[in-house]
């Protein structure tokens, strides 16, 4: 089993940053990947950027070149850096694990058996 607890969200105004962070806890895999989700109200939920184990990253096209995945692995710990937040940035952020991970990194939910309980990103305008 894997534990995940976020942390790092609340309000900002439109244009700010802010960063999320997940410390993870567990099992632990050779080759594994990690990811940010979203979902606001209303909406499903979207991937929004993944981590595999080999640093291979990959983004939602919503926020490329605004969000930067990365993580430290002596805390343990994945962090999404969100700069230039705009309001459809508002939703609760869920950050997710896969068990073993063979293939690149992955934008879809079902890949991801591990999840946290969230937290919330507010961006006013």
């Known amino acids: 089993q894997v534990q995940l607890v976020e942390s790092g969200g609340g309000s900002v105004q439109a244009g700010g940053s802010l960063r999320l962070s997940c410390a993870r806890s567990?099992?632990?895999?050779?080759?594994?990947?990690m990811g940010w989700f979203r979902q606001a109200p209303g909406r499903e939920r979207e991937g929004v950027a993944a981590?595999?184990?080999?640093?291979?990253?990959t983004y939602a096209d919503s926020v490329k070149g605004r969000f930067t995945i990365t993580k430290d692995n002596a805390k343990n710990t994945l962090y999404l850096q969100m700069n230039m937040l705009t309001p459809e940035d508002t939703a609760m952020y869920f950050c997710?694990?896969?068990?073993?991970?063979?293939?690149?990194?992955?934008?879809?939910?079902?890949?991801?058996?591990?999840w946290g309980q969230g937290t919330q990103v507010t961006v006013s305008s």
């Open positions: 997710a694990a896969s068990g073993s991970w063979y293939g690149g990194p992955i934008l879809a939910a079902p890949a991801f058996p591990y």
């Open positions: 981590l595999r184990s080999d640093g291979r990253t």
């Open positions: 567990g099992a632990t895999y050779s080759s594994d990947c």
